[in-house]
């Protein structure tokens, strides 16, 4: 059973930076996917980013150019790190992992506020 733990987050001013870490345990394979979703109040869980096992990136457009993806695949962490951040990135951040079936981290919540 693959577990992910997440980190970072919290609460950050326009304009601002946040760095966000998963971290997969449970699994001795290599994945298919592992990223970010995020989910605001009232709307669907959208893509953020996701790297694949091929080394391949993806974002979403309303974050490509400002959000970064990087990933430590010996680790089988993911890292996104958020510039620029925009009250419409306040969402609750979850951490994605594809290997044969769909897993979830908890969450981590951001909110960008002045």
């Known amino acids: 059973q693959v577990q992910l733990v997440e980190s970072g987050g919290g609460l950050v001013q326009p304009g601002g930076s946040l760095r966000l870490s998963c971290a997969a345990s449970?699994?001795?394979?290599?994945?298919?996917?592992m990223g970010w979703y995020r989910q605001s109040p009232g709307k669907q869980r959208e893509l953020v980013a996701y790297?694949?096992?091929?080394?391949?990136?993806t974002y979403a457009d309303s974050v490509r150019g400002r959000f970064t993806i990087s990933a430590d695949y010996v680790k089988k962490m993911v890292n996104l790190q958020m510039n620029s951040l925009t009250p419409e990135d306040t969402a609750v951040y979850y951490c994605?992992?594809?290997?044969?079936?769909?897993?979830w981290g908890q969450g981590t919540q951001v909110t960008v506020s002045p």
């Open positions: 994605y992992y594809r290997k044969s079936a769909d897993y």
């Open positions: 449970g699994s001795d394979y290599r994945f298919d996917m």
């Open positions: 790297v694949t096992w091929g080394r391949t990136t």
